[in-house]
């Protein structure tokens, strides 16, 4: 028999799997279950960006379309962003369409990152940026933020680990896990650390259609200096509820750009057309459609948090995305047996914190992309478990 241990990448079999979906293959088998884990909006696609998918389908457009996404497509993008954030791009040389947003973070990285490289990450975060920088040979280092900060990558954290090893800082906001946002005077102070070196920006920007707070997004690659050295990564899954169309989108120089695109010719040749026909509609005319699902958000948001804050949890107030980010160690359990215990004895599955980098522990993810009734019914049960367990 073959022995697979001694054929497989060592790097690739010592990476843990997300820590996203550890307990949820045991919720779909689980009766009367609840999850709040899994960030997907509950929303369906609206119906207008379906339409235009099965209207490609029905014209027979069903070919592969350029490496870096139909021409059009990436003209509505460079429109939307100009007209939504006031930042300028060229459709032609500095715009690829990608399979999900996650596939852009990946290929940004591989394409500067050489082995030794180091890349800053802020913690708690998405699951994915940690495991990306090892396989393409970068040293991750974390940064950890902190809920007395709000979660925010601070000017001086950010001088103090930087060093000749330097080449990336990956900046996502809002921010998954934690809901925290970074203000236009937040973003100036990591942009003027940055304005004398070399480091590069990946800013993950996927939530920025969803603030809650007066101040509307702001994209890093807005602030003086910052464009030549910022891919901004977005796409179609979160803001528009398109997660099953896996279509996502980076903005930024044409040099890295164009190497991008090297690595997504190779790698997947192009994203799904029928998805980048259903795209073209979201941009053009959906604007009404995404404030609502907004609204909704914020309505779910306030009830989440007094939820939370009701029995006696701190609950960090979010300003973006749909999570937050409760502290559970007045249980005394640790995040793991925290989220254990819960889905065992109350069949409610969330997310432990540590699974977002070690400043995580101590905390949840909860995910308030659901029905208002299941963030009720969620709450009632999570609250009758804290009384159990609260020292």
Sequence with gaps: MIDYDK???????????SGIRKFFDIVAEMKDAISLGVGEPDFTTPWIIREAGIYSLEKGQTHYTANAGLMELRE?????????????????????????????????????IRPGDEVLIPEPCFVCYRPLTIMAGGVPVSIQTKEEDEFRLLPEQLKEKITDKTKLLIL????????????????????????????????DEIYGELRYSDEGHIPFSKLKGMRERTVVVNGFSKSFAMTGWRLGYALGPSRIIQLMTKIHQYGIMSAPTT???????????CDNELEEMRREYNYRRRCIVDGFRAMGL????????FYVFP??????MTSEEFCQKLLEEEKVAVVPGNAFGESGEGFIRC??????????????????FVRKHSK
């Design 7 to 17: 054929i497989v990448s060592p790097v690739v079999a010592a990476l843990p799997p």
């Design 76 to 112: 509505e993008i460079c429109n939307y962003n100009k007209r939504k954030f006031g930042i300028t791009y060229d459709a032609k040389s500095e715009v690829l369409v990608t399979v999900g947003g996650s596939e852009a973070i990946d290929a940004m990285i591989r394409c500067i």
């Design 172 to 203: 996502p906001y809002p921010n998954n896990p934690t809901g925290g946002v970074m203000s236009g005077a937040d973003l100036e102070a990591i942009a003027e650390v940055l304005r004398d070196t070399d480091i590069m920006v990946l800013s």
């Design 275 to 285: 998805a980048q026909f259903a795209a073209i509609e979201a941009l053009k005319s």
């Design 314 to 321: 701190s609950c960090f107030e979010p300003l973006g995305a």
């Design 327 to 332: 502290c559970i160690r007045t249980t005394g």
């Design 367 to 384: 995910s308030y992309a659901y029905s208002i009734e299941n963030i009720q019914e969620a709450l009632k049960r999570i609250e009758r």
